[in-house]
């Protein structure tokens, strides 16, 4: 397919954070907007990955490792990219982890440690740099989410309200922060061809029926969210808030 994406002039020079920023499409977007000549921040758990994305970088970045179910450690990796780039013009909330489950085995231990991992820390990550944004004036925050629950998805019933839940936090925190012209958005992602997902879940059988349910007759690569999340933080999306922004290739 035809790869010959937009520039984005208003994403130059501006400071980045990105959570789960070493692989799949967080690492995309790491390498999206420093192509755009943004200064990236990103956050993640996995330090050689982190580190190794951030040698391939050309230009100002920075990478802090922290487990983002640890709030503390949290707040304090994003202090650390302040730091280092400023404060953030945009944040990117994209880390989660879809681990299968089956419904009957899950514990209260296990539901909590997985709404830690997919959608506690987007909140105390909003909390942490939204008053930097609201400083300058203006920001952009995407918050990634995903189809599987609007696709009535089985096999992951935690995530999948943890995902859920994604939507009602862009919503509400899309009218607590609108007033300072800090825009919130999500980004609904289909099944995206990560590198995790190819290992663990693609098979033949699988890919296939995703096909088929979507109107478009191709997988979708991660760069095609990454492109959705750099319009969300340019100047072109000043008006858009609040918003669903759909790459599932017209699945639902």
């Known amino acids: 397919m035809n790869k010959n994406f937009a520039n984005y002039p208003s994403l130059a020079d501006k400071t980045v954070f990105i959570t789960g920023g ?28 982190g580190l190794a994305l951030l040698a391939s970088l050309e230009g100002e970045h920075a990478f802090a490792q922290c487990d983002l179910r640890d709030i503390v450690a949290t707040k304090a990796a994003l202090g650390q990219l302040v ?32 709404m830690a991992t997919n959608i506690r820390h987007m909140f105390f990550a909003i909390q942490t740099v939204a008053p930097g944004m609201i400083a300058k004036g203006n920001g952009s925050i995407v918050n990634i989410g995903s189809n599987s629950w609007w696709e009535a998805g089985a096999g992951f019933p935690a995530y999948a309200t943890a995902k859920s839940a994604v939507h009602g ?10 007033d300072q012209r800090v825009r919130v958005n999500t980004v609904v992602p289909g099944w995206i061809m990560t590198d995790r997902q190819k290992d663990l879940w693609v098979t033949p059988e699988a890919l296939a029926k995703q096909v088929d349910r979507q109107c478009l007759p191709d ?17 072109d999306a000043a008006m858009c808030s609040a918003g669903n922004f759909m790459v599932e290739g017209g699945s639902i």
Do not use: C
Not at 23 to 38: H, K, L, N
């Open 169 to 178: 936090l862009t919503r509400t925190m899309a009218r607590e922060l609108g």
């Open 83 to 114: 730091e280092e780039l400023g404060e953030a013009d945009v944040l990117v909330n994209n880390a989660a982890h879809d681990d299968r489950h089956d419904w009957r085995e899950v514990t209260p231990e296990y539901w909590d440690e997985r």
């Open 219 to 235: 997988p979708i690569d991660p760069v095609y969210v990454a492109r959705m999340v750099l319009f969300l933080a340019s100047d």
């Open 22 to 49: 070493a692989g799949g499409i967080g690492a995309e977007s790491v390498r999206a907007f420093a192509a755009q000549g943004a200064k990236v921040g990103f956050l993640d758990l996995n330090a050689d990955a």
